[in-house]
Nanobody, 119 residues
Framework: VQLQAFGGGLAQPGGSLGLSCVASGSIFRLDAMGWYRQAPGKQRELVAAITTVGSTNYADSVKDRFTISRDNAKNTVYPQMNSLKPEDTAVYYC??????????????WGQGTQVTVSS
């Protein structure tokens, strides 16, 4: 199972960026999907996550600024990032929990995508 991330790049403070992540491969059921980020010298942290039925969880630092959604038919998760701040600068990683056709559960990571917020 592969996770491919799209989006990211450079944004000005107060601006917006969108990301997306598509899961593909031998997936029987795609469970929770989410985004994490890691800034230089810091640990990787949860940004936002969403379950199959749409329940969401956000880091306090991004509440009211970021919105996560998903399209179950497309195995895709979309975080929309608004009111960006320089402290949002980090490498963003997609994560997905899934069950394969043998009933085994896994958690995979996508490649990171750089988000830089700077004027």
């Amino acid at each position: 199972v592969q996770l491919q991330a799209f989006g990211g790049g450079l944004a000005q403070p107060g601006g917006s960026l969108g990301l997306s992540c598509v899961a593909s491969g031998s997936i029987f059921r795609l469970d929770a999907m989410g985004w994490y980020r890691q800034a230089p010298g810091k640990q990787r942290e949860l940004v936002a996550a969403i379950t199959t039925v749409g329940s969401t969880n956000y880091a306090d630092s991004v509440k009211d600024r970021f919105t996560i959604s998903r399209d179950n038919a497309k195995n895709t998760v979309y975080p929309q990032m608004n009111s960006l701040k320089p402290e949002d600068t980090a490498v963003y990683y997609c994560n997905a929990d899934y069950t394969n056709y043998s009933g085994n559960k896994y958690s995979n990571w996508g490649q990171g995508t750089q988000v830089t917020v700077s004027s």
